[in-house]
């Protein structure tokens, strides 16, 4: 068998044209706001991304620079800021933060109704109970996507998810559960992973080490999600997955760039739209 | 093998006299309030149930019993009453709701910092994310209890939790995942129940079904653990667990009644204590 490989570009330029031409209707239009503070070569890819997007489907976007040595008080006032000025419809706090900050005295303060990646206690809460958040965490609702757009059906579906990230793994278990399939949440600690990899129907792979998952650890026809990026030494980005085996041995597999990574960004556009709507009143 | 019976009855014994003791030498003892709603034969009994154990262990225990045609408002506005007063430490709706009340009305409305039951989308929340909640749900704190009791480790074990409800397996998940075990979180959907819980070295049912988890189902020498309270026909309560069968194959098992029953009311006493040592700056 080889594997289809999903095309999380393509996937997500038609969600972010759908919404593209939705805006250009919109008089006032979704602004998003994005909270940068120090340097981080990385991070700084990231929110310039994040801006052209925004800016691509005809979004207002502010970006909020602040200095490594920004403090406490000062974060807060600018979160607190952002959470009453009416023009801004989504907040996104850009992480890591500098050493000195913890983002846990931060993610909370971001209005829920703002909070454009579901990282607050509100919005994780009630997705934990299975109730509607207002925004759930781009990356595992991206993930969905993939699954939506490929008419992958996971009621009664076995699934491994292998790494238990409040930004990624724990969120897509709760979705995924919500969803009707039985979710086994893997981890550093798991000792038995291959055997529940193995049996698994679908094996999602987010656990930050290049070419972790291998071919002898899924079984024939699984499809594999590789939530995984990865720089090595010559600065190349990789997943988590062992592409080249496994795209022998799967039955879809997205790959590394170009899979789940364009997802996560056209999601935070949807996150930001849907509370713009909703603030406007227009759900 | 034999399973070693594990009694449930004496380790909450056990761990209400050690609460019994600490609150012989506070001045103002803790207060929990109970609030019922309607006529529900099986409520009263966990009510009255409540009341008793909290004031065994010497707190004051206040019910209000509320009538059937309780509107919203009066619900509301007994339990922001109940928040405000600085004497009520733990506020405790019994449920379910009399038909015309939805209980995600008011779970939210608790206080999370008066949150005995842990059900309210703060404390669901910080517990998801792995973080330090006012008060963790009472079933699944007493099976952790359980587990610390008898000295079973979790680290690195396999454990399929069978039932996804916001009351046991949802929040026992979580708190399994964070000791570090693999868990696997089946329910009404999952196809391969067997093939899942066959594999794993600990099994935990909270189903609502009479004898449902079969001896066959587990391998040998696992640790089996009933949340289920059923009652047959003639009134007699029953667990989730095949107990006769599975007794001769587990290594553990907790019976009904006298298992994880008294140790969910043990939680609650336990719960109540702690939110009453955060309000008083004893923590």
Redesign the interface.
Known sequence: MTAKIINGKEISEKILNEIKIKVENLDIKPTLAVISVGNNSASEIYVRNKENRAKEVGFNSIVKKLPEETSKDELLSTIEKLNQNPDINGILLQLPLPKHLNE?DFLDKISPIKDVDGF????????????TPYAIPCTPKGILKIFEEEKIEL??K?ITVIG?S?IVG?PL??LL?MK????????S????LK??SK?SDIVIAAVGKSGFLKEDMIKEGAIVIDVGINRDNDGKITGDVDFDTIVKKASFITPVPKGVGPLTIAMLISNTYELYKIQKGLE
């Open positions: 846990k607050n206690t509100y919005n994780a809460g009630k997705l934990f109970k299975g109730e009621e009664g076995t238990r409040n724990k278990s709760a559960t009707n399939a039985t979710v086994i949440l893997a981890h600690k798991t000792k038995n055997e529940l049996i």
